[in-house]
C-alpha cells in the first residue's frame, strides 16, 4: 500500500505560478507512473501530467503543454507539479495518483482506471 499526500495547494492570481507536491510513503521507479490530475467543480477528472519510470518519460496534457512541468525527486519520493501562467481554467481540486507496471500508454494516457493509489487532493485557486 503506497500512500500519497499532495501540499502546496493554495489561491494565486490569473498568470501567476504556484508549485504542488506529492510525497508518496513509497517509491519504486521501474515502471512506476505518477500523475497528476484535477478536477474542477462539476466537471469531469481530467489528467494533467504524468512521470513514468523515474522520470524517463514525462507527459502532458495539451491543455497546460509548455506552462506546467512535472518533475519527480526520487531520492525524496516527491513529484512536483510547477504551475506557470495559471489560468482561470486551471482552477481545480489537484489529485495525486501512483501506479506499478501499467506500462508507458496507459500512464501517458492518464487512465484513472490503471491508478492503483490515490491522494486526498490539494485546492487550486485562481483569482482575477
Known amino acids: 500500500q503506497v500512500q500519497l499526500v499532495e501540499s502546496g495547494g493554495g489561491s494565486v492570481q490569473t498568470g501567476g505560478s504556484l508549485r504542488i507536491s506529492c510525497t508518496a510513503s513509497?517509491?519504486?521507479?521501474?515502471?512506476?507512473?505518477m500523475a497528476w490530475f484535477r478536477q474542477a467543480p462539476g466537471k469531469e477528472r481530467e489528467g494533467v501530467a504524468a512521470?513514468?519510470?523515474?522520470?524517463?518519460?514525462?507527459y502532458y496534457a495539451d491543455s497546460v503543454k509548455d506552462r506546467f512541468t512535472v518533475s519527480l525527486d526520487s531520492t525524496k519520493n516527491t513529484m512536483y507539479l510547477q504551475m506557470n501562467s495559471l489560468k482561470a481554467e486551471d482552477a481545480a481540486m489537484y489529485y495525486c495518483?501512483?501506479?506499478?507496471?501499467?506500462?508507458?500508454?496507459?500512464?501517458?494516457?492518464?487512465?484513472?482506471?490503471?491508478?492503483?493509489?490515490w491522494g486526498e487532493g490539494t485546492r487550486v485557486t485562481i483569482s482575477s
Open positions: 512521470v513514468y519510470s523515474g522520470g524517463q518519460s514525462k
Open positions: 513509497s517509491y519504486t521507479d521501474r515502471g512506476n507512473c
Open positions: 495518483a501512483a501506479a506499478e507496471w501499467i506500462g508507458p500508454v496507459r500512464c501517458m494516457r492518464f487512465d484513472p482506471d490503471a491508478m492503483a493509489w
